[in-house]
């Protein structure tokens, strides 16, 4: 694997799969995500269903009386009975697996040599609590609606991928700086 084409480099050493080769097969996964389940993948519906979770424990008065939570958690329903819910827990435990035989597990923090730990954490908090935001107003993530959505050819689903890869080159553009000195690509 060139480092030219990949400027992260694997911090345990041992390169990262061929890009072509992890795409198809994450086309496989979701086609017999399709098959099996007979819905796609995604993420944030899992994440989000927890966190409603918490909510419904904390204050279930709260989750009765606001109507985007009542179907997931309304009375007696529990939020973390949907299949979403199992892939998410599913797909947590494959990457640890998948890491862990590949000897890449361990507490570390990537970033470019511009940026302190901190910093890092706190722009990659603010960016997840966006993405997390912007999956619920778009009614998914990019796995939901670019991945799943994408594959049924819906218009809805491929604008959103637009957007999205606008939105990230423009932030990529905007903190390139952040990563790499001088602002230079890799």
Known sequence: M????????????????????AGILLGVVLFLAFL????????????????????????????????????????????????????????????????????????????????TPKTRWALAFVGGALMGYGARLARGCTSGQALSGGAVLSVGSWAFMFAVFA????????FRKAWNPGGKQS
């Open 2 to 21: 060139k480092r030219s084409i990949y400027p992260i480099a694997p911090s345990s050493g041992k390169p990262y799969w061929n890009p072509y080769v």
């Open 36 to 115: 099996i389940s007979g819905n796609g993948l995604g993420a944030s519906g899992g994440l989000n269903r927890l966190v409603v979770w918490v909510q419904d424990a904390l204050f279930p008065e709260h989750v009765d009386n606001t109507p985007f939570l009542l179907h997931m958690a309304g009375g007696d329903l529990n939020p973390l009975t949907n299949w979403v819910v199992f892939m998410v827990i599913g797909a947590v435990i494959g990457g640890f697996v998948s890491g862990w035989l590949r000897g890449r597990v361990r507490l570390e923090t990537n970033k470019g040599p511009q940026i």
């Open 167 to 174: 939105g990230a080159y423009l932030l990529a553009w905007t």
